[in-house]
T-cell receptor
């Protein structure tokens, strides 16, 4: 079945460092890909998405490019802030089923130190 | 826009009792709602999908008689944990989507259930 694999955390960075969180997927169809963020004590929020190959999703300085050839959707940010500390989830939605079901990776905790 | 609320945000109950968790879409009509369970430091596990006015579709391994889901209106879905046991203690999260944005789900803040 479809699955999502994220790099294990926690990831600890100093403020203004470059961030990469790796995400790879397996899917039989042509999924849409998402990054969600969960701040402490809050629900998941959609950070960015890409619905087809070579699309780049971006929001709040974060970017991820849908790479079909490497089945990846790595999350990047050029300069992280303390406020970016959160858990980041990569997810896919297998489009052809139209059920809306999301399959999540295991989550990566990011801790940014001042 | 696209706000989803859950109530209660946390609940403690005794073993053997039932607990109801509400999920509401506040500013849109949710044609589909999803219920997830999240264990500490782990990912979200989809429990069931519910469409307004029809029976929920449960994921493999989820007991439908234990986790009763009702999606009675386009803005409300409820999850009832029946005869709760300590192993049911978890973080339960709902999400909702509407027909106009099939690729996006909007998540509630979650409900922390502790069964003693």
């Amino acid at each position: 079945g479809d699955s999502v694999t994220q790099m294990e955390g926690p990831v600890t960075l100093s403020e203004e460092a470059f961030l990469t969180i790796n995400c790879t997927y397996t899917a039989t169809g042509y999924p849409s890909l998402f990054w969600y963020v969960q701040y402490p004590g809050e629900g998941l929020q959609l950070l960015l998405k890409a619905t087809k190959a070579d699309d780049k999703g971006s929001n709040k300085g974060f970017e991820a490019t849908y790479r079909k050839e490497t089945t990846s959707f790595h999350l990047e940010k050029g300069s992280v802030q303390v406020s970016d500390s959160a858990v980041y989830f990569c997810a896919l939605n297998e489009d052809s089923s139209n059920t809306g079901k999301l399959i999540f990776g295991q989550g990566t905790t990011l801790q940014v130190k001042p | 826009g696209a706000v989803v609320s859950q109530h209660p945000s946390w609940v403690i109950c005794k073993s053997g009792t039932s607990v109801k968790i509400e999920c509401r879409s506040l500013d849109f009509q949710a044609t589909t709602m999803f219920w997830y369970r999240q264990f500490p430091k782990q990912s979200l596990m989809l429990m069931a999908t519910s469409n307004e006015g029809s029976k929920a579709t449960y994921e493999q391994g989820v007991e439908k008689d234990k986790f009763l889901i009702n999606h009675a209106s386009l803005t409300l879905s409820t999850l009832t944990v029946t005869s709760a046991h300590p192993e049911d203690s978890s973080f339960y999260i709902c999400s909702a989507r509407w027909a106009g944005r099939k690729h996006e789900q909007y998540f509630g803040p979650g409900t922390r259930l502790t069964v003693t």
